[in-house]
């Protein structure tokens, strides 16, 4: 795949092939509370672009809102970890709904299938358990933490203030 140059000197890549941009993925967990609104979201688009947003209220915080382009061997290791989460296979009919504790959602376009999973915050494994699918709601949380760990480490390490090295 070809980089581009935006105005501002930095490398992104360019747009793929179809297969290459049937591709996006979207999270967000967040609940309405005594702080308001707060949640984290993020989602990884076929161009590269990744978008990371974490809306907390508590103590006045502002929203954290960053932005950066991942290259293709990134976005081919976030294929690889959902592929093998095998949660595209999954229904959440029987997961549990929303609820005031809050919501999760995770959207997938990939190898031409769109899933929408929609479930409540998942406060530990005793809830998995307790559900009445457990096994897909245990794909469902694992592929949300690989891909939450993913997401920190690729910001963190894009917004590095000291330059490694």
């Not at 979207?26 to 308001?36: A, E, I, L, P, S």
């Not at 009445?132 to 690989?146: C, W």
Request: proline residues 4%; negative net charge.
């Amino acid at each position: 795949m070809i980089a581009e140059v935006n105005r501002d000197g930095c490398r992104f890549p360019s747009r793929g092939t179809m297969a290459e941009s049937d591709f996006y993925v979207r999270y967000y967990v967040g609940h309405k509370g005594k702080f308001g609104h707060e949640f984290l979201e993020f989602e990884f688009n076929p161009n590269g672009r990744l978008r990371y947003v974490n809306a907390s209220q508590y103590k006045s915080d502002t929203m954290i809102r960053k932005e950066c382009w991942v290259t293709p061997s990134v976005l081919a290791e976030v294929r690889r970890i959902i592929a093998d989460s095998e949660v595209l296979k999954e229904d959440d009919n029987l997961w549990p709904q929303p609820d005031r504790v809050g919501r999760q959602e995770l959207e997938v376009v990939m190898d031409n299938e769109h899933v929408s999973f929609t479930t409540s915050k998942i406060g530990s494994l005793v809830d998995i358990n307790e559900s009445k699918d457990p096994d897909g709601l245990r794909a469902f949380y694992y592929l949300a933490q690989d891909l939450k760990c993913l997401v920190f480490s690729l910001v963190s390490l894009h917004f590095k203030i000291k330059p490694l090295g």
